[in-house]
Each structure stands twice: as C-alpha cells, then as structure tokens.
C-alpha cells in the first residue's frame, strides 16, 4: 500500500444526498390525515 493513498478515506470530501420535499399543492388533500383540503387546514398556517 503507497503512503499516499493512506489518508484518501478521511481528505477527500464526502457527498451528502440531497432530499428535495415533495410539493403540496392548495387543492390537495391535507398531508396531515385531516381530510380537508391544505388550502383550509395547514396551508393556512403558512399564509399568517
């Protein structure tokens, strides 16, 4: 094994995976399990 190759693992920056959130559109249900629309019952909370 040549001693430049030792230290590779913890010098070479690691890649994190971004995780993009999914869109939630004002007519579609409430992800929260409400049954109501988001626009009447979280999306609300946003707007204020």
Same mark, same amino acid.
């Given at each position: 094994? $040549?001693?430049?190759? &030792? %230290? $590779?693992? %913890? *010098? *070479?920056? !690691? #890649? &994190?995976?971004?995780? /993009?959130?999914? /869109? &939630?559109?004002?007519?579609?249900? =409430?992800? =929260?399990?409400?049954?109501?629309?988001? !626009? !009447? =019952? =979280?999306? /609300? #909370? !946003?707007?204020?």
């Amino acid at each position: 094994m $040549d001693e430049d190759g &030792i %230290f $590779d693992e %913890f *010098t *070479t920056p !690691k #890649q &994190i995976p971004l995780v /993009k959130e999914k /869109k &939630i559109y004002p007519n579609a249900p =409430c992800p =929260c399990g409400s049954g109501k629309k988001y !626009k !009447k =019952c =979280c999306g /609300k #909370q !946003k707007l204020l």
